[in-house]
């Protein structure tokens, strides 16, 4: 093979690799959006619901069946803050308004502010599964070595299917990192809720 050859086949091998770099990077920024759309679609996204007060409280409660909820929570190793749900687990009618408490202390002698993020499995049971109040929709700060009880009202979903007995609600707190008010993430999550 002469050396034009070799040079005309290093470059198309060149090419191609860049064509699948390049492909292989937008596969990446495409993957977050298309997993949102499968968890959507199938149910398995273990994302928990919001709805009205009054919506909660208009539901059908089914008398005959419990469900058993478990509480769980984690933080971030960066965020130097102690959580922890007052109660583990409780049994719950499908329909019924049920309130819970965590409680969240700071154990600097700093101002620090941390966002929750809700897991639920089984992930069948994340689209039954409605909150009408929760720390979570809201950036929390706590003063330096600050503790508070932090309010979770929730409703199962009578229309959660009947082979979910347990459901666990997991809550990781991870470091807030944008200095932005707790009213305007709150409205900016309203905003997208409604989207999604």
């Known amino acids: 093979m002469e050396s034009g050859d070799l040079t005309a086949a290093n470059k198309r091998i060149v090419t191609r690799l860049a064509v699948v770099v390049l492909a292989m990077f937008g596969f990446g920024f495409a ?6 759309v499968f968890c959507d679609i199938t149910g398995i996204n ?26 769980l929570a984690s933080v971030n190793s960066e965020l130097p803050w102690e959580f922890r749900p007052l109660v583990k687990k409780i049994r719950v009618h499908p329909g019924e308004v ?8 700071n154990r ?3 101002t620090v502010a941390g966002q929750a993020i809700p897991s639920l ?8 599964f409605n909150k009408t109040e929760c720390f979570c929709f809201t950036r ?18 009578p229309e959660l299917p009947e082979e979910v007995r347990t459901v ?16 305007t993430i ?4 309203g905003k997208l809720d409604s989207i999604l």
């Open 98 to 105: 049920t309130e819970v408490n965590y409680f969240a202390s």
């Open 140 to 157: 929390q700060t706590l003063g330096p070595h600050e503790g508070k009880n932090m309010p979770l009202r929730f409703v199962v979903d």
């Open 186 to 189: 709150s409205m900016e999550q």
């Open 31 to 36: 993957l977050v959006p298309l997993y949102d």
């Open 46 to 71: 273990g994302k928990t619901g919001r709805i009205a007060a009054e919506e909660a409280l208009g539901q059908e409660v089914d008398e005959n069946r419990l469900v058993t909820v478990e509480f």
């Open 121 to 128: 499995a089984p992930g069948v049971a994340a689209k039954y």
């Open 168 to 183: 666990s609600l997991s809550y990781t707190f991870y470091p807030a990192q944008d200095a932005a008010p707790a009213e």
């Open 108 to 110: 600097t002698g700093n």
